[in-house]
């Protein structure tokens, strides 16, 4: 059902995920006025999770229509532009579950949701950049990377949307496994 409306205007539950917000002073989106653009743009059950820009939310739309109806939305309110991606909760229960660095530090193993599908010459980009320590695997709608040295000090985390080839924006693995449970995967 990705990018059009659910046929019979059924209802799913979504988490939609915001990239660079609330991060170091700037792009400042209140998580109660993000609850507020989302409700006034007709999303039922809608509540965010942290203060990082990740909103859940029930809605008739599919994944792409509601990305872009989002974006559209956060560039009017705030005055800045914002990528968004959205995943149901069972996509998000199923890259938890998929986690191929269990034993990382959940802090540091990071789930990287791509806008897109990962481009060719993607891996050699990411192995590139990542150190020794770094280890990363890629699957067709997101990665994960195991930032051990930390994620801070990484080159490869400031230089990740240029790796992948699309925008992204990663979530912690505890932070992936709370969404799934409240989008009720």
């Keep these: 059902m990705t990018g059009k409306r659910q046929a019979g205007n059924t209802q799913r539950r979504w988490a939609a995920m915001l990239r660079g917000v609330n991060v170091g002073g700037r792009h400042r989106v209140p998580m109660a006025e993000l609850r507020e653009l989302a409700a006034g743009l007709g999303h039922a059950d809608v509540a965010t999770h942290l ?26 309110r705030f005055g800045f532009d914002v990528d968004v991606v959205v995943r149901s909760g069972q996509e998000l229960a199923e890259a938890v579950a998929a986690n191929p660095f269990p034993e990382g530090d959940p ?11 990962v481009v060719p010459g993607a891996a050699a980009r990411v192995a590139e950049l990542a150190t020794a320590a ?8 997101h990665a994960y990377i195991d930032f051990a040295g930390g994620l801070a000090r990484s080159r490869l985390a400031a230089a990740l949307d240029r790796a992948l080839g699309v925008p992204a924006t990663s979530r912690n693995v505890r932070t992936v496994a709370a969404l799934a449970e409240k989008a009720g995967s």
């Design 51 to 76: 203060n990082s820009g990740n909103l859940l939310l029930t809605s008739d739309r599919g994944e792409d229509e509601l990305a872009r109806e989002l974006e559209a939305a956060l560039a009017d």
């Design 107 to 117: 802090k540091q193993v990071q789930v990287v949701f791509l806008s897109g599908r």
């Design 134 to 141: 770094e280890r990363f695997q890629l699957a067709p709608r």
